[in-house]
T-cell receptor, first 115, second 110 residues
Framework: NAGVMQNPRHLVRRRGQEARLRCSPMKGHSHVYWYRQLPEEGLKFMVYLQKENIIDESGMPKERFSAEFPKEGPSILRIQQVVRGDSAAYFCASSQQGNSNQPQHFGDGTRLSIL | QKEVEQNSGPLSVPEGAIASLNCTYS??????FFWYRQYSGKSPELIMSIYSNGDKEDGRFTAQLNKASQYVSLLIRDSQPSDSATYLCAVTGYGNKLVFGAGTILRVKS
Protein backbone atom coordinates (compact mmCIF):
# COMPACT_ATOMS: atom_id res chain seq x y z
CA ASN A 1 0.00 0.00 0.00
CA ALA A 2 1.67 3.20 -1.18
CA GLY A 3 -0.84 5.53 0.46
CA VAL A 4 -0.57 7.59 3.63
CA MET A 5 -0.53 5.20 6.57
CA GLN A 6 -1.83 6.18 9.96
CA ASN A 7 -1.95 4.15 13.12
CA PRO A 8 -3.65 3.33 15.25
CA ARG A 9 -7.03 3.63 13.52
CA HIS A 10 -8.78 3.93 16.87
CA LEU A 11 -7.27 5.02 20.16
CA VAL A 12 -8.97 5.19 23.54
CA ARG A 13 -7.38 7.07 26.38
CA ARG A 14 -8.45 8.15 29.85
CA ARG A 15 -8.26 11.77 30.86
CA GLY A 16 -4.71 12.71 31.82
CA GLN A 17 -3.03 10.03 29.71
CA GLU A 18 -0.84 10.61 26.67
CA ALA A 19 -1.86 9.90 23.08
CA ARG A 20 0.63 9.21 20.29
CA LEU A 21 -0.56 9.21 16.72
CA ARG A 22 1.68 8.03 13.89
CA CYS A 23 1.77 8.89 10.21
CA SER A 24 3.90 7.53 7.40
CA PRO A 25 3.61 9.64 4.24
CA MET A 26 3.13 8.33 0.74
CA LYS A 27 6.25 6.96 -0.89
CA GLY A 28 8.25 9.83 -2.32
CA HIS A 29 6.49 12.45 -0.17
CA SER A 30 8.50 14.42 2.35
CA HIS A 31 5.89 16.95 3.46
CA VAL A 32 3.43 16.00 6.20
CA TYR A 33 0.38 17.86 7.48
CA TRP A 34 -1.86 17.13 10.48
CA TYR A 35 -5.51 18.11 10.59
CA ARG A 36 -8.18 17.63 13.25
CA GLN A 37 -11.86 17.07 12.64
CA LEU A 38 -14.03 17.62 15.67
CA PRO A 39 -17.52 16.06 15.73
CA GLU A 40 -19.89 18.01 13.47
CA GLU A 41 -17.10 20.40 12.46
CA GLY A 42 -14.83 20.83 9.48
CA LEU A 43 -11.20 19.88 9.10
CA LYS A 44 -8.80 22.28 10.81
CA PHE A 45 -5.11 22.57 10.05
CA MET A 46 -2.78 21.88 12.95
CA VAL A 47 0.82 21.61 11.78
CA TYR A 48 3.02 21.22 8.70
CA LEU A 49 6.34 19.40 8.89
CA GLN A 50 9.16 18.44 6.64
CA LYS A 51 11.84 15.97 7.66
CA GLU A 52 13.29 17.14 11.00
CA ASN A 53 11.64 20.57 10.68
CA ILE A 54 8.38 22.15 11.77
CA ILE A 55 7.43 24.55 8.99
CA ASP A 56 4.09 25.89 10.25
CA GLU A 57 2.49 25.14 13.61
CA SER A 58 0.00 27.99 13.57
CA GLY A 59 -2.96 25.66 14.11
CA MET A 60 -1.48 23.73 16.98
CA PRO A 61 -2.74 24.42 20.52
CA LYS A 62 0.03 26.02 22.53
CA GLU A 63 -0.12 23.52 25.36
CA ARG A 64 -0.09 19.73 25.50
CA PHE A 65 0.30 19.21 21.74
CA SER A 66 3.55 18.57 19.91
CA ALA A 67 4.58 17.10 16.58
CA GLU A 68 7.75 15.76 15.05
CA PHE A 69 8.92 14.21 11.81
CA PRO A 70 12.30 12.62 12.46
CA LYS A 71 14.87 11.79 9.83
CA GLU A 72 13.94 8.13 10.15
CA GLY A 73 10.48 6.85 10.93
CA PRO A 74 6.97 8.23 10.89
CA SER A 75 5.66 11.62 11.91
CA ILE A 76 4.28 11.64 15.46
CA LEU A 77 1.52 13.82 16.85
CA ARG A 78 1.68 13.72 20.63
CA ILE A 79 -1.03 14.90 22.99
CA GLN A 80 -0.14 15.02 26.66
CA GLN A 81 -2.64 14.97 29.53
CA VAL A 82 -5.60 14.42 27.23
CA VAL A 83 -8.98 15.97 28.01
CA ARG A 84 -12.46 15.12 26.75
CA GLY A 85 -12.28 17.95 24.23
CA ASP A 86 -9.41 16.22 22.44
CA SER A 87 -11.82 13.54 21.20
CA ALA A 88 -11.75 13.90 17.43
CA ALA A 89 -10.55 12.36 14.19
CA TYR A 90 -6.94 13.25 13.47
CA PHE A 91 -5.93 13.09 9.82
CA CYS A 92 -2.48 13.16 8.35
CA ALA A 93 -1.84 14.23 4.77
CA SER A 94 1.28 14.29 2.66
CA SER A 95 2.49 16.00 -0.48
CA GLN A 96 5.45 15.45 -2.75
CA GLN A 97 6.64 19.04 -2.67
CA GLY A 98 6.02 22.08 -0.52
CA ASN A 99 4.28 24.28 -3.06
CA SER A 100 0.76 25.51 -2.34
CA ASN A 101 -0.48 23.91 -5.55
CA GLN A 102 0.61 20.45 -4.50
CA PRO A 103 -2.38 18.20 -3.76
CA GLN A 104 -2.41 16.73 -0.29
CA HIS A 105 -3.40 13.08 0.06
CA PHE A 106 -4.98 11.95 3.30
CA GLY A 107 -4.60 8.87 5.43
CA ASP A 108 -7.53 7.02 6.98
CA GLY A 109 -7.18 8.95 10.22
CA THR A 110 -6.97 8.09 13.90
CA ARG A 111 -10.20 8.31 15.87
CA LEU A 112 -9.26 9.39 19.37
CA SER A 113 -11.76 8.84 22.16
CA ILE A 114 -11.20 10.18 25.66
CA LEU A 115 -13.01 8.46 28.51
CA GLN B 1 -16.60 35.99 8.19
CA LYS B 2 -15.53 32.41 7.66
CA GLU B 3 -12.53 31.97 5.40
CA VAL B 4 -14.20 29.32 3.24
CA GLU B 5 -17.97 29.06 3.13
CA GLN B 6 -20.16 26.30 1.82
CA ASN B 7 -23.85 25.64 2.09
CA SER B 8 -24.12 22.73 4.53
CA GLY B 9 -27.07 21.20 2.71
CA PRO B 10 -28.19 18.55 2.44
CA LEU B 11 -28.43 18.99 -1.31
CA SER B 12 -30.76 16.36 -2.72
CA VAL B 13 -30.73 15.50 -6.42
CA PRO B 14 -32.31 12.62 -8.34
CA GLU B 15 -30.11 9.99 -9.91
CA GLY B 16 -28.86 11.10 -13.31
CA ALA B 17 -29.19 14.83 -12.57
CA ILE B 18 -26.46 17.45 -12.27
CA ALA B 19 -25.36 18.31 -8.74
CA SER B 20 -23.97 21.81 -8.29
CA LEU B 21 -21.84 22.53 -5.23
CA ASN B 22 -20.65 26.02 -4.41
CA CYS B 23 -17.91 27.57 -2.33
CA THR B 24 -16.77 31.12 -1.61
CA TYR B 25 -13.54 32.22 0.01
CA SER B 26 -12.44 35.42 1.67
CA UNK B 27 -8.68 35.58 1.03
CA UNK B 28 -7.98 37.20 -2.35
CA UNK B 29 -4.45 35.83 -2.18
CA UNK B 30 -5.70 32.26 -2.38
CA UNK B 31 -3.89 30.42 -5.12
CA UNK B 32 -4.99 26.80 -5.23
CA PHE B 33 -8.40 25.24 -4.87
CA PHE B 34 -9.37 21.66 -4.17
CA TRP B 35 -12.50 19.57 -3.86
CA TYR B 36 -12.45 16.56 -1.57
CA ARG B 37 -15.14 13.94 -1.10
CA GLN B 38 -15.61 12.43 2.34
CA TYR B 39 -17.85 9.49 3.05
CA SER B 40 -19.15 9.17 6.60
CA GLY B 41 -16.42 7.92 8.91
CA LYS B 42 -13.82 7.92 6.15
CA SER B 43 -10.91 10.09 5.08
CA PRO B 44 -11.14 12.99 2.60
CA GLU B 45 -10.45 11.88 -0.96
CA LEU B 46 -9.12 14.38 -3.51
CA ILE B 47 -11.36 14.56 -6.57
CA MET B 48 -10.46 17.85 -8.28
CA SER B 49 -7.90 20.62 -8.17
CA ILE B 50 -8.04 23.95 -10.02
CA TYR B 51 -5.58 26.81 -10.11
CA SER B 52 -6.67 29.27 -12.81
CA ASN B 53 -9.92 30.94 -13.81
CA GLY B 54 -12.28 28.90 -15.92
CA ASP B 55 -13.43 25.32 -16.06
CA LYS B 56 -11.57 22.07 -15.55
CA GLU B 57 -13.21 18.80 -16.46
CA ASP B 58 -12.37 15.28 -15.30
CA GLY B 59 -14.86 12.60 -16.20
CA ARG B 60 -18.23 13.45 -14.64
CA PHE B 61 -16.71 16.25 -12.57
CA THR B 62 -16.19 19.89 -13.60
CA ALA B 63 -14.58 22.45 -11.34
CA GLN B 64 -15.15 26.14 -12.03
CA LEU B 65 -13.09 29.00 -10.64
CA ASN B 66 -13.79 32.72 -10.67
CA LYS B 67 -11.11 34.57 -8.73
CA ALA B 68 -12.71 37.99 -9.25
CA SER B 69 -15.84 36.76 -7.50
CA GLN B 70 -13.86 34.56 -5.09
CA TYR B 71 -16.02 31.65 -6.05
CA VAL B 72 -15.32 28.01 -6.86
CA SER B 73 -17.84 25.36 -7.76
CA LEU B 74 -18.06 21.66 -8.51
CA LEU B 75 -20.52 20.14 -10.96
CA ILE B 76 -21.24 16.43 -10.91
CA ARG B 77 -22.95 15.19 -14.05
CA ASP B 78 -25.08 12.03 -14.17
CA SER B 79 -25.14 11.86 -10.37
CA GLN B 80 -25.12 8.37 -8.89
CA PRO B 81 -26.20 7.16 -5.44
CA SER B 82 -22.51 6.38 -4.81
CA ASP B 83 -21.81 10.12 -5.10
CA SER B 84 -23.73 10.67 -1.86
CA ALA B 85 -21.14 12.07 0.52
CA THR B 86 -19.90 15.31 2.05
CA TYR B 87 -17.99 17.49 -0.39
CA LEU B 88 -15.28 19.67 1.08
CA CYS B 89 -13.94 22.78 -0.58
CA ALA B 90 -10.35 23.60 0.39
CA VAL B 91 -8.16 26.58 -0.41
CA THR B 92 -4.46 27.34 -0.01
CA GLY B 93 -2.94 30.79 0.00
CA TYR B 94 0.52 31.73 1.17
CA GLY B 95 1.90 28.61 2.70
CA ASN B 96 0.69 25.11 2.27
CA LYS B 97 -2.04 24.68 4.81
CA LEU B 98 -5.43 23.77 3.47
CA VAL B 99 -8.32 25.85 4.76
CA PHE B 100 -11.51 23.81 4.53
CA GLY B 101 -15.12 24.76 4.34
CA ALA B 102 -17.54 22.93 6.60
CA GLY B 103 -18.68 20.79 3.67
CA THR B 104 -21.89 20.25 1.72
CA ILE B 105 -23.82 17.02 2.21
CA LEU B 106 -24.97 15.60 -1.13
CA ARG B 107 -27.71 13.01 -1.34
CA VAL B 108 -28.44 11.35 -4.67
CA LYS B 109 -31.83 9.65 -4.68
CA SER B 110 -32.32 6.54 -6.81
Amino acid sequence: NAGVMQNPRHLVRRRGQEARLRCSPMKGHSHVYWYRQLPEEGLKFMVYLQKENIIDESGMPKERFSAEFPKEGPSILRIQQVVRGDSAAYFCASSQQGNSNQPQHFGDGTRLSIL
Amino acid sequence: QKEVEQNSGPLSVPEGAIASLNCTYSDRGSQSFFWYRQYSGKSPELIMSIYSNGDKEDGRFTAQLNKASQYVSLLIRDSQPSDSATYLCAVTGYGNKLVFGAGTILRVKS
